[in-house]
């Protein structure tokens, strides 16, 4: 009966999508919602089908560092499959595996990389046991939805309660940490070497007290939120030293110290075109959860060298000089871009191109709220490109700011303040509003081809 | 040896910041500073004492409709003090929402007023559509005066507002402040209201310094404010006047 309900509600995932596509939608989670309305039982029986399965779960960084996986795992000759763009529920990961059923109700693709909600682990680890499970922090998000962190906690370790499966997590968070406690097949990845936080920031630190015995975590360094080399004073638990250790500053670079079972030390480096710390983290939890599955070097520097962010989110264009793109859209997410900048101790131009167009908002008041004078003060900036409808009241905001205003400069249209970067031996920052990013990331793909 | 310190009181910053007014006191500061004066700004929080004696300049910035009803509840006790600054000269710079609270009310569509501060006689009615975009006009003396100096923004309100004093001025693109009479803001001796923001005063050099030398003048140290280097500040201001169509000699 289970049967041929699962037969069933493949059947209609399959009408669905052909349904979807005629009327020229695809890649919504509607087939998996009605598939597994109709046979919830299906989804496990085309999980048991694989040969292998990473679930990539955590607060933060999982669509990242599992799209990062993805891309150093999969090669025409054993590809493998994933759910883009976050569709992280059952009814997702259905939907991700429905397209690649053959018309048995076999799988055609028999590796799979998934990216699952942490409420959602448990209820796919009842039943399938996946073969490696990514956990890449557990902070404070989303109170509404799962009460607090530590019901988030109790979640994953109830998800995570199954011998066979191996996890990998961040030895950086003290959390995170905890769930591989007295489990074996556990291993960790770390930030060994990074710009730290000279002092805790104002910011919520979820783990810094002992989940034994409650006193707060001592931290000898921090790296950020709760991240960082902690241990409790009444000597319950510390940070485990890190299979896989990174060592970034700042650059597109990783540099991975591997320590194997037998002692061996290996070290490489993984260039990913995506910018900041948090992304850092994502690259080394993917290439550790890549050589953890027995990936080469080899592999795993082109598959991250092949990753595309989303456009705007900090990618690299690389050339001379290697230009960085990023959207800016409300002061908000300006100044977390800024804060990105500032990490960068490196000299640079950073170039802002300002339309007013309806999409990117016509009133651009809000380039005054800002933090630019922070920036402006601290930021090893050597000169400023202004383009964009907007350009010169960017440029009088940057004036006010405190930049010498024979540092700004105008250009009316946005390819000549690329054209003007050219030949520049420091990075160059190209901050855009929306109507302005896709221009720009035409040209700067036109000029890294 | 002189205090070159001129004060201006910020009312509100929490409430009364929809338009990033922290830009027209970044300007007025900088512009301060280039003539050796400081700008000693002093933010004043909803339930706070405000003291105007020692207060050379006021600053009120834009806000919902909620938040100009709760300050508008905050300032009454201070209204007489307010209307004797007016009366003796203090320059008052009122934004968008502060314009339309230093009237009697402002009737929201529903009929229901909020009242004001009653320091003018200037009225607010809401209606449909906002006026909203880029917006250019001659700026004309309080005497009716004119010298064809223009004033640029952005405009963004639905309350349409009317009032007998001289407008800030003439309205070339754009509605102003009421879309009919083609008149934009209000001036009454210190007093500058209006509903120009972007913010204003970046992209309007002239109007900040005059704003500045009549605090200095309200202060009892009139002064004339030397040149700065306002090229590109009037690069701005003539791009919007571009984008707008509107030609000026």
């Keep these: ?449 | 040896m002189t205090d070159k310190t001129v004060t201006l009181a910020h009312l509100f910053p929490e409430l009364l910041n929809l338009y990033a007014d922290q830009g027209n006191v970044s300007v007025l500061r900088r512009r301060a500073q280039a003539r050796g004066w400081t700008l000693n700004v002093t933010p004043v929080k909803l339930g706070t004492q405000v003291d105007l004696g020692s207060v050379d300049m006021i600053l009120l910035g834009g806000g919902s409709d909620r938040e100009q009803q709760l300050v508008g509840r905050a300032l009454a006790p201070y209204r007489a003090d307010f209307a004797a600054a007016i009366e003796a000269g203090m320059p008052i710079l009122a934004v968008c929402g502060g314009y339309q609270l230093l009237g009697r009310y402002y009737e929201l569509q529903s009929g229901e007023r909020i009242p004001g501060l009653e320091l003018l006689e200037v009225i607010t009615r809401a209606d449909k559509g906002r006026l909203i975009g880029n917006i250019a006009i001659e700026w004309v003396a309080a005497d009716g005066e004119s010298d064809g100096r223009t004033i640029v923004g952005f405009e963004n309100h639905a309350g349409r507002t009317f009032h007998d004093y001289a407008p800030l001025g003439r309205v070339l693109k754009g509605f102003g402040n009421n879309g009919r009479d083609h008149q934009e803001g209000l001036q009454y001796k210190g007093v500058v209201g209006t509903y120009i923001h972007g913010p204003l005063l970046p992209k309007n050099p002239h109007l900040a310094d005059h704003l500045l030398a009549q605090a200095l003048a309200f202060k009892g140290c009139p002064e004339t404010l030397g040149a700065l280097d306002d090229a590109l500040e009037w690069r701005a201001h003539h791009a919007v006047l571009g984008m707008l169509g509107v030609k000026r000699g």
């Design chain 1, 1 to 449: 009966m289970k049967r041929l309900r699962a037969q069933a509600a493949l059947w209609i995932g399959w009408l669905v999508t052909i349904l979807l596509r005629l009327v020229g939608r695809r890649g919504t989670s509607l087939p998996g919602l009605v598939a597994s309305r109709v046979s919830p039982d299906l989804l496990f029986r085309l999980l048991s089908q694989l040969e292998q399965c990473v679930v990539v779960t955590g607060t933060n960084g999982k669509t990242t560092t599992s799209a990062l996986l993805y891309s150093m795992l999969t090669d025409d000759e054993h590809p493998w499959l994933t759910n883009r763009g976050g569709a992280n529920l059952l009814q997702g990961l259905l939907g991700a595996l429905l397209p690649h059923v053959d018309g048995h109700g076999r799988l055609r693709v028999q590796r799979a990389v998934l990216e699952v909600d942490e409420a959602t682990l448990p209820r796919i680890t009842d039943h399938y046991h996946p073969t490696l499970i990514v956990v890449t922090n557990v902070v404070r998000d989303q109170l509404d939805r799962y009460g607090e962190v530590d019901g988030a906690l109790a979640l994953l370790r109830s998800g995570l309660q199954y011998p066979g499966t191996i996890l990998l997590t961040n030895a950086d968070d003290p959390l995170a940490t905890s769930l591989g406690w007295e489990r074996e097949l556990t291993y960790y990845y770390g930030m060994e070497e990074c710009p730290v936080d000279a002092a805790p920031r104002n910011e919520v630190r979820d783990g810094a007290f002992c989940l034994i015995c409650g006193q707060e975590l001592h931290y000898e360094r921090y790296i950020y939120g709760q991240l960082g080399y902690y241990s409790c004073g009444n000597g319950h638990f510390d940070r485990p030293e890190p299979h896989y250790g990174g060592k970034t500053n700042s650059s597109f670079e990783v540099v991975i110290r591997e320590r194997t079972n037998a002692g061996r030390q290996e070290e490489f480096a993984v260039q990913a075109g995506v910018l900041g710390l948090y992304n850092d983290y994502n690259v080394l939890a993917a290439a550790a959860a890549a050589r953890l599955l027995g990936r080469s070097l080899r592999h795993i520097q082109a598959g991250a060298g092949r990753y595309e962010a989303p456009l705007g989110r900090m990618q690299l264009f690389p050339g001379s000089p290697d230009r960085i793109l990023a959207l800016i859209k409300n002061p908000t997410g300006a100044n977390s871009v800024l804060r990105t900048l500032e990490a960068d101790e490196r000299d640079k131009v950073v170039c802002f191109a300002i339309n007013d167009a309806d999409a990117d908002g016509r009133d651009v008041s809000w380039l005054w709220d800002i933090d630019l004078e922070w920036f402006v003060a601290t930021a090893r900036c050597q000169s400023y490109i202004c383009a964009g409808t907007r350009a010169l009241d960017m440029a009088v905001r940057l004036a006010y700011a405190g930049v010498d205003r024979e540092a700004i400069r105008i250009s009316g249209h946005l390819p000549d303040m690329l054209r003007m970067t050219s030949g520049l031996t420091v990075p160059v920052y190209v901050l855009s509003t929306y109507t302005a990013l896709y221009p720009l990331g035409e040209e700067l793909r036109g000029a890294t081809r």
